[in-house]
């Protein structure tokens, strides 16, 4: 069953989306040839502590991995398309993306987001896979309205992408999301007729996060049992928001 929020819900669904709003934006000011990504980390976790929040994945348990997830920010270099742990081993250079997913419970309340952020000087096909996986979430995020159904959502992401010649993610989804991290339904970002779909409605709230292969598809996870890599090795890009359902179209909670 697909919970659906009150207004006073979404307020404090608000309050923790701009949390994490503030946390990523103070991320990407920092990343830069140099850095590693377990600086990041520091700076989410103190962001959170101050906030009075809680960090949302750190000690989260993964059936898939069989533990818990050690760290409050999942930063994905490169090939990494999720889930990649921040390490003090992990310097980033000149050319790299880094995808930042960042998660908070505030209040009793969940918020969700990914940025993926270019290191320094990155390629122009790298840049245009990061702008197109950004263009499939904001045209997303227009189909959430009461009416329209969960595939006008999945569906408009694997247009997009899939036109301009990259390939969407198959092995991990957006969701749900409100008192839980994950909720139903799940939110895949493409079509199968296989998965119900059911209507939206005001007052529901989804996590949309578009994974974006600049080649094949297919991924595999790393002997640490987290970091998902695409197979061929190609580059990977990710965005994500929290966007509610309102009488007035669609409400991005972290933005
Ligand atoms: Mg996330
Ligand atoms: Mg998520």
Redesign the pocket.
Known sequence: MIIRKSPSELQKMYAAGQLVRRILGELREIVKPGITTYDLELVAEKQIKAAGAKAAFKGYYVQAAGKRFPTVLCTSINEEVVHGVPSKKRTLAEGDIVKI?V?VRLDGYYG???TTVPVGKISSETMRLMDVTKESLDLAIEKMMEGHRLFDVCGTVQKHVEEQGFSVVREFV??G?GTE??EPPSVPNYVDQGLSNPRLRTGMVL?I?PMVAAGKPDTRVLDDRWTAVTTDGANAAHF?H?VAITEDGPWVLTA
Do not use: N, W
Request: hydrophobic fraction near 30%; charge should be negative; include cysteine.
């Open positions: 997913d998660g969700d987001s990914a957006g969701h999301i991290l994950h996590a996060e994500e929290c």
